[in-house]
């Protein structure tokens, strides 16, 4: 997907159950911080904390000025994405340095790639809809009720599919990650999304299952999502990916 990452923040307030970003060594080095803020269990409290890196913009630029040798291969393309492990758009204040940082890397002729769950980054068409940069959303369903279980604090799926048909309206290069598509989408139910998808002409569609991982699986448990015991099973998980 890319050569490059910028993560703007760590911790994401969407708080995707199955997300398992806080499984990775971003937030389980960061003990002693989270201690400092009172959170006692950075796993389970996803989705309650965000810690902005506000100077990012700046020493970005800082980097950028100085930076004489780029990354280019083949698969990444040479290309930033933001972001990896939170979501870029999530609210005003990341929206603000997820523009500045995009506005940087465009003056420094670099390929864009957003990622988010969030319909905010329509306000930043203006320099969105651009050759360097792509926007994709996560979408992996269309169900507005199942998506509170499962991605509770996430902008509804309706707003996000609204959100996409805007910026193909303007001419925006984008993507979508139907990612993850929960164990009750059978085969018919996924081929209607796909079509709706489709509709939008995005560039690359890709998919994923949800994977347990650190302490996902509890998460999705504590939220009443039955699929979260066959999710953690090796062989159940199998036939579910298999099956989408
Ligand atoms: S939006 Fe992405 S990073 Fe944020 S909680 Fe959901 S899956 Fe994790």
Sequence with gaps: MCDYVINIASGCLHGCTFCYVPSTPAIRTRTSQFQEQGIDNPQLDWGKYLFIRENIASQLKQIL??????????????????CSGTDPYQNNQTAKITREIVSILLEHNKRIRILTRSPLWI???????????????SL???DDELSRQIEP????PSSRYKALASGHREGCRLYVAVAPTPPQMKLEDFKRHLEKVMALQPEVIFWEAINARGANAQRMRLAGLDFADSISCKKQ????????
């Design 153 to 156: 604090f996430a902008p509804l």
């Design 140 to 142: 992996p369903i269309l």
């Design 237 to 244: 998980w199998a036939e579910y990916s298999i099956a989408n």
């Design 65 to 82: 000025d100085k930076k004489k040798k780029w990354i280019n291969t083949l698969s990444g393309k040479g290309v930033v994405l933001l």
């Design 123 to 137: 306000n930043d068409l203006d320099i969105l809809c651009h050759k360097n940069v792509t926007v994709g959303m």
